[in-house]
């Protein structure tokens, strides 16, 4: 789970100085070949920068980007630096980590598909997991709009930007307008959701077997640097501080005050060097 910062914004230092929130899901490797992944990685962009609370809410999220590739599905999660003709350069920062669990998708029944996570790191919970409803435990039921019917005005993806379905998974939605989430629905970019705040989170409650599984698969002990290695993701880009004590950075530990108390040090420096010298 990753937050982008807002437009020139080195590192966010509260929730106001977020512009959006992406959940990564990467799935387990195939156990008859190692090399292989079950399924596409997905980022999964969820909207109200923050994951719905439990049993209270329901938000609207779609896949960004889905590749068996992890590095081009991650280039969204990078600096991005582009040129404006009236202000100039301009710098979105890396996207930061905010959280990193073991994660489920399961049928619950015929009716209904459920994401589920169990935390990894951090291993408590901080101001940060707190402000995105991250927590130990969650579930959320998903499901898929038709990218065939239309959004309401102002909602949603335009239509150039939504998901054209291979003819078979677009079979399956005949007339409806929602169905359950399945695998390869998530594998098209523009595919559009809505991620409902399940009524429990207790994973084993929900999925018997299948979420007793995913709790014990869990590795509470996985430090920061182990997690940045799992997602292959740099952590000088990428600040890792939420994994460590889940806190927002200080306003004088952001990078741009780093660098400004630098500059000053070394003027300073410079200053008595000079009348050393003298």
């Known amino acids: ?33 190692q090399n292989d992944l079950l399924s596409k990685i997905r980022l999964i962009k969820i909207g109200r920068k923050k994951l719905p609370t439990i049993g209270k809410e329901r938000f609207w999220a779609f896949v960004e980007k889905a590749d068996n590739d992890i590095e ?7 600096a991005q630096t582009y040129e404006t003709a009236t202000v100039g350069t301009r710098t979105i920062k890396a996207d930061r980590i905010a959280g990193k669990g073991k994660y489920i998708m399961a049928k619950h029944d015929q009716n209904r598909t459920v994401i589920g996570y169990v ?21 959320f039921s998903v499901a898929v709009k038709n990218p065939q019917k239309k959004n309401p005005p102002g909602a949603g993806l335009d ?67 182990e997690v940045m290695k799992d997602v292959q993701l740099d952590e000088k880009e990428h600040p890792i501080q939420p994994l460590i004590d889940g806190q927002w950075p200080k306003e004088e530990d952001a990078p741009e005050k780093k660098e400004h108390k630098e500059e000053n040090e070394n003027k300073n420096k410079n200053i008595k060097d000079k009348k050393t010298e003298e």
């Open 159 to 225: 239509q150039t930007q939504k998901a054209e379905f291979p003819e078979k998974v677009q079979k399956k939605f005949g007339s409806y307008q929602w169905l359950p989430a399945e695998p390869a629905m998530l594998d098209i970019p523009g595919c559009e959701m809505v991620w409902i705040g399940s009524s429990t989170d207790d994973l084993e409650e929900l999925l018997g077997e299948l979420g007793r599984e995913i709790e014990e698969e869990a590795d509470p002990e996985i430090t920061a640097t």
């Open 1 to 33: 789970m990753f937050d982008k910062p807002k437009l020139n914004v080195d590192e966010a230092l509260s929730f106001d100085d977020v512009q959006l929130f992406h959940v990564l899901l990467i799935p387990e490797q195939d156990e008859k070949n």
């Open 119 to 139: 935390l990894e790191s951090p291993s408590e919970i901080g101001d940060v997991q707190n402000v995105f409803n991250i927590t130990k435990e969650a579930s």
């Open 72 to 78: 081009k599905v991650e280039e969204k999660l990078e």
